[in-house]
């Protein structure tokens, strides 16, 4: 017995597979509108397929270290940073190992190089040699930044302007240029990958990093901090020491010696590099305004930039 089924029913299935028509239809416009990216305006980040296509292999990475990781996850943690995923898988905890690391083989190889340096003078040279701006340049010497996964697009504009800021600077700057901590930060998650994958041999740590590392800083070419090397000066010379901070004003400190300006330093990003900056101004003033008869900063191609740098 055939039953007919009411009006109603019937136009509400065909409403229903009219709406279903136009979803695949709807589905099948958004797929091809995201492969042509006509949406994406002219600044916009491109999507994220786009991103992985150009983005170099991770196994370029072991070339460049000359080490082939039994655990490739190691590696892809390493230089990955938490705005790529999240912080359950980013190189944060590998940055911690590598750190502690690092610290550590530093700690050894001058322990037997340098046998007549007190500890007072191997902590400065360790600092020197592992701190943020010595590992970002290491990043950069090799090329580690190309293969740091992230979002966050400042990060490129960042590592751009602190490349540039490093031409002034063949060594270190102590404390004179901004540096994108993520650089550091990559260097020291991937010794502690190589850490954790070769069974945790602090040998073979330091037979992958140690060419990589160069140039190392020796007692030789370490330098003071700026801010240490003013203080300590005006105390030796028994001189009236007094910094000016006007960063609220404008992002700047200046440097009065016995009540007389010697310094001025301005950096609009970061406050400590304008102190910096300062110092350094007022020790290459400060025999010129008030006779002291000495070198008081060593004579390198920064000095002659310093002008320019405090004008940032």
Known sequence: MNRSRPPAMEEQEEVESLSDHEEEEE????????????????????????????????DEVEGILRYEFSDKRLLEEALTHYSFADKTFCYERLEYVGDSVLNLLFAKEQYFRYPDLPPGSLTRLRAANVDTEKLARV???????????????????????????????PLHSSGLIDVPKALADIVESTIGAVFIDCNFSLDTVWKVFKSLLEPIISPSALKLHPVTELYELCQKKSLKLRFVDLWSESSS????????????????????????????DALENIGRFLGVGEKTYEDDSDLKKLKRCNEL
Not at 255 to 275: C, E, H, P, S
């Open 253 to 280: 400190f200046i440097v009065f010696v016995n009540d007389q300006l010697v310094g001025r330093g301005t950096y609009k990003a970061k406050k400590d590099i304008a102190l910096n900056r300062a110092a350094k």
């Open 27 to 58: 589905e099948a416009l958004v797929c091809e509108l995201g492969e042509l990216d006509i949406g994406r305006r002219e600044g916009d980040p491109e999507p994220e397929s786009a991103r992985a296509e150009s983005r170099p292999s991770l």
């Open 139 to 169: 990043a950069i010497k090799h090329g580690l930044h190309r293969y740091l996964r992230h979002r966050k697009p400042v990060f490129e504009e960042q590592i751009q302007e602190f490349k540039r800021a490093i031409l002034d600077y």
